[in-house]
């Protein structure tokens, strides 16, 4: 029997983990691996549960996005060569990365027939230093805060619905900062921005969707998006306009691509990392750890 390590994450997806956690189980017995479960109790375990995943033939996680972004930074911590792949059951609320993959949500059962039946692929990582990894996205700026800000009990009333609905009430209020924005190649950007974010996926807060001849998941790239501040009507004009039509290379919103990315305030910024709080910055350089790990779909 090969060994697989399952880490759940109890409280995600509003503590669904146990709908057809059992048939899941079988799946991945029947498919030849002997299954150990350990579940998070707090804060950050899944981190330190990865990082002891070394010897494993397969490292599952069941949870949200931040689930598996701890689960990444934890198998960040061990030697390339020692980290499994991982197989993901998404429970969580957006779920950027089951959307990337096309994995079905809180359906535990089908993920692991697809986990038993499928290849590992290729996933680049974020590094933003310090021992701090992303999985799919880090960023600041507007509705960047929604996913961890917006309160738990909307989100289990509301789910999906409660991301959009915090996203309009911001509306009025956008955060802005003024920002030199240097990737690789000689490229700077400089202004003001309502947004700035570096990612490596399909789907951003399950709300922005790119395409997936915008995206690849394991070429050392970075989508680099820059959403400057409209300081008047006719700026915001123009921001919509390019937001309908599409257009991932104008004066109000582009979509760039970069293996590194250097940012620089004139004042510390919140990021958020995988839609949680990834800490304020005066200056941040995020690399693109190419390949770092494989994930399983």
């Known amino acids: 029997m090969k060994s697989l390590l399952l880490i759940i994450n109890p409280v995600a997806g509003r503590g669904t983990y146990k709908n057809g956690l059992g048939e899941a189980l079988h799946t991945l017995h029947s498919a030849g691996y002997a299954p150990t479960v ?16 070394a010897g494993y033939d397969l490292l599952c996680c069941m949870g949200g996005d931040g689930t598996l972004s ?34 079905p949500k809180g359906d535990s059962p089908a993920c692991a027939r697809i986990i038993a039946g499928g290849e590992a692929r290729a996933w680049d990582v974020g590094d933003m230093g310090g021992g701090r990894y992303f999985t799919y996205i880090a960023a600041f700026g507007a509705f960047t805060d ?19 609905l915090e996203g309009v009430n911001r ?7 003024k920002c030199r924005v240097e990737l690789d190649g000689g490229v ?3 202004g003001d921005f309502i947004f700035g974010g570096v990612s490596n996926s399909l789907s951003v807060a399950g709300l922005v969707k790119l395409d997936r001849e915008l995206v690849s998941l394991d070429d050392g790239l970075f989508e680099v998006s820059l959403v400057r501040f409209p300081e008047t009507l006719a700026g915001l004009n123009q921001l919509m306009s390019q937001a309908v039509s599409r257009n991932l290379n104008g004066p109000a919103l582009k979509i760039l691509h970069s293996k590194s990315v250097k940012f620089t305030f004139e004042r510390p910024v ?26 399983i779909s």
């Open 38 to 53: 350990r579940f998070t109790t707090r804060a950050g375990e899944a981190v330190d549960l990865a990082a002891q995943s």
């Open 70 to 103: 701890d689960v990444v930074e934890g198998l960040m911590r061990l030697d390339e060569a020692a980290r499994p792949p991982v197989g993901y059951f998404p429970l969580g609320t957006a779920n950027d990365v089951a959307s990337t993959l096309g994995l």
């Open 146 to 164: 929604v996913s961890y800000e917006t309160p738990q009990q909307n989100k289990q009333a509301l789910g999906h619905l409660a991301y959009v």
């Open 171 to 177: 509306l009025t209020r956008l955060p802005h900062a």
């Open 188 to 190: 700077v950007e400089e």
């Open 270 to 295: 919140s990021f958020t990392r995988d839609g949680e709080p990834g800490g304020a910055f005066s200056e941040l350089t995020v690399t693109n750890r190419r390949a770092a790990i494989k994930i």
